[in-house]
């Protein structure tokens, strides 16, 4: 059987009963704070751009654009909570990177509130898109060349999955699926630090839910659109991708599970996040006042995709610097940290013209920031396995303060409360659309 159709089979045969249970709560805690990130990315500057633009093209009124107060066709509805899921750079990551939520929860969520589908099917949707995603992407990263940023290669992939499954396509639907979103994949990593990173992953969800929906009306591609001597593997990765990772063993293990996922604790790239923790233990551990640091180095592996001086809030996501000059000038990392306001601030300006970074850190990949004060006293601070990751994960309260955070942006606290029962219980939830309706409302301050 052909690689497609393996994937295609795998994707029709399996239903919510037969995802083990570990895998059913590890989809949930990531389906909740996927929809936390939608919400909260709902109200960025971004967001004002990409929700008018969506509204303005018009569609069909089917399925909600979060906190915007209209709905559109799914594929469009998609795009916009896609690029809203990525834009805070605040989703779940797994290894390797490839951001699975924000490509493949807008699909399954646009599709299902259009068709009524209940939560457990949401839950085999997006563990299924996950799985294929993760999949495609470990099985392509050493052959994948780093102009490519990797959700616009797979993310379409793990979309049309997500999307097959909350339709109920049949393999030869789900064939066709895969087929025609094999065609929809790109992305450039040179856009990084810009408002079209987002677009990527927002692709990734309207290609997904398109390709589901044509497939359910009969639209035809190649049924070895993954494998052909001139299909995406050849193209993309010159042939260069593991079958037996992208196929072996399908249920046998769940990427969810094993390896499972890094839970971000500060709304950043993942490889920022031990810089921002190890600056946070720097000034907490050592009770230092930021107005007495003279000079900060931050040891670690590499410099990180954006320089010292990022060009703007959002840029600074990226940025090593950035990242440890406002925690160690703020005490904190938050959502509010990568404005143009922030980033632009004369404290910020004149820290960050005392941080270095020193790219060959440690061999155990730990981030080692060290300070030395205007006494002349040299402090310090690591981290290893920032909170949040696989191997030191976040408790429920903690991952409950960050999503109720995210929520409160958007959200009013009884809706806040009313989003997370049903999410909480999601595998109960009757019909989607009874989630996607609060969701869907005005965010506060839009009328």
């Keep these: ?14 239903d919510f009963a037969d995802l083990p249970p570990p895998v059913v709560e590890a989809a949930k805690i990531a389906i909740l704070d996927g929809v936390a990130n939608v919400v909260a990315g709902s109200v960025q500057e971004l967001a004002d751009i990409i929700g008018r633009y969506v509204q303005d093209a018009g569609g069909s009124p089917q399925s909600s654009v979060v906190g915007w107060g209209y709905q559109t066709n799914p594929p469009a509805a998609a795009f916009a909570n896609g690029v809203f899921g990525h834009c805070l750079d605040y989703e779940i990551q797994g290894f390797p990177p490839t951001h699975g939520t924000s490509s493949c929860l ?17 839950i085999t949707a997006y563990a299924l898109g996950w799985e294929i995603q993760g999949r495609l992407r470990a099985a392509s990263a050493p052959a994948t060349r780093p102009g490519y940023h990797p959700p616009g290669l797979v993310g379409p992939l793990g979309g049309a999955a997500a999307a097959a499954k909350t339709l109920d396509l049949d393999t030869e639907q789900t064939l066709m ?24 992953p927002g692709n990734a969800a309207r290609m997904g839910a398109e390709a589901g929906i044509l497939a359910a009306m009969g639209y035809t591609a190649s049924d070895e659109a993954l494998e052909s001597p001139v ?12 079958w037996e990772v992208a196929t072996g ?40 006042d930021p107005n007495n640091i003279q000079q900060v180095t931050i040891h670690r592996r590499g ?3 954006s320089g010292p001086v990022p060009r703007s809030g959002l840029d600074g996501k990226f940025s090593v610097e950035y990242c440890a000059a406002a925690a160690l000038l703020d005490g904190h990392v938050g959502i509010d940290t990568f404005t143009d306001a922030r980033r632009f601030a004369p404290d910020m300006e004149d820290m960050l ?7 060959e850190g440690p061999e155990s990949g730990a981030t080692l920031t060290t300070a030395v004060l205007k006494d002349g006293a040299t402090v310090s601070g690591e981290c290893a396995a920032f909170r949040g990751s696989a ?19 958007a959200l009013s606290d009884s809706d806040t409360e009313r989003v997370l029962e049903m999410l909480e219980n999601l595998e109960h939830l009757d019909d989607t659309a009874q989630l996607m309706s609060v969701l869907g409302q005005p965010a506060a301050g839009r009328g």
């Design 1 to 14: 059987m052909s690689a497609t159709r393996t994937l295609a089979q795998f994707i029709s045969d399996t």
């Design 106 to 122: 807008p699909a399954a969520l646009a599709l299902a509130e259009q068709h009524h589908v209940p939560g457990r099917r949401v």
């Design 177 to 200: 699926a895969l087929g025609i979103a094999a065609s929809r994949t790109g992305g450039l990593t040179a856009n990084t630090g810009t408002m079209v990173k987002s677009t990527h």
């Design 231 to 242: 299909g995406y593997a050849a193209a993309l990765f010159g042939g260069e991708l593991d």
């Design 249 to 288: 063993s399908l249920g046998a293990s769940w990427r969810l599970a094993d390896p499972g996922f890094d839970i971000k604790r500060f709304p950043a790239q993942v490889y920022m996040q031990n810089v921002i923790e190890a600056a946070l233990n720097l000034r907490e551990q050592n009770n230092v």
């Design 303 to 305: 410099r990180g995709h």
């Design 353 to 359: 013209g005392r941080i270095q970074v020193e790219p």
């Design 391 to 409: 191997t030191n994960p976040m408790s429920r309260d903690e991952r409950l303060a960050k999503v109720r955070d995210c929520f409160q942006r």
